[in-house]
């Protein structure tokens, strides 16, 4: 059964750069598309994007390209590359595993904090 953690969180100040990763306990793509979620205090968890098996990622509208997802099969990782972080980005992030077939999110990580400062 494929398990997902998120790490790479941290604090960093606005303008700044960090890189998640999700790492799954064995290759996920067969079974799963991947997913970055955020939630921040008081507000609903909202939807990143995402990657498929082979690679094509799909993005929030709201994110103008400072975010970028990417995949390394050989590490059974997918990452999430956030620049020019801006305060509102301060949440704690999410991957998560779709059911190719049912397209229902099924697999939930524990989340890493991110902390944008002003």
């Known amino acids: 059964e494929v398990q997902l953690q998120a790490s790479g969180g941290g604090l960093v100040q606005a303008g700044g750069s960090l890189r998640l990763s999700c790492t799954a306990s064995e290759f996920p793509f067969d079974d799963y598309d991947i997913g970055w979620f955020r939630q921040a205090p008081g507000k609903e968890r909202e939807g990143l994007g995402g990657?498929?098996?082979?690679?094509?990622?799909w993005y929030a509208d709201f994110l103008k390209g400072r975010f970028t997802i990417s995949s390394d099969n050989a590490k059974n990782t997918v990452y999430l590359q956030m620049n020019d972080l801006k305060p509102e980005d301060t949440a704690v992030y999410y991957c998560?595993?779709?059911?190719?077939?049912?397209?229902?999110?099924?697999?939930w990580g524990r989340g890493t904090q991110v902390t944008v400062s002003s």
């Open positions: 990657i498929s098996g082979i690679g094509s990622p």
């Open positions: 998560a595993g779709e059911d190719v077939i049912s397209a229902r999110w099924v697999k």
